[in-house]
């Protein structure tokens, strides 16, 4: 005899973790992600990533501020800039983060820092 059990939220157990998405199904996710996206300025760089993450890097330049901008628009984020520093000097990190299907996406890029002109 078989016995089959269906989650009952009223006795207090949590749900069940999902397991994770295979690799090939998060390249799909981010593939079906820029066809969504076919109107906006495409990223330089993508990486999927095998804890369920996908991340698309914008070129290094002014523009991408812009561009960021109008991909958390789209996805309904926040986009978010924060001064950051590395060997090539002052930069903008700006960055936004949104869950697509159950995939966590974040769209960023490293700004170079404008220098004061008198």
Known sequence: MTSIHTYDP???AALPELPPLPIGILVTG????????ADLPAPIYVTVYKCQD???QFAQ????LRT????ALLFG???ISQPHRDDDGPKTY?????DFYGITVTV??????ETATT
């Open 30 to 37: 981010a593939a079906d992600l820029l066809h969504q996206a």
């Open 77 to 79: 984020a926040i986009a």
């Open 10 to 12: 009223s006795d207090g």
């Open 61 to 64: 330049e002014q523009a991408s």
């Open 54 to 56: 996908v991340s698309f």
């Open 68 to 71: 960021i901008t109008r991909w």
């Open 108 to 113: 960023y890029a490293f700004i170079p820092a």
């Open 94 to 98: 700006v960055h936004a983060e949104f």
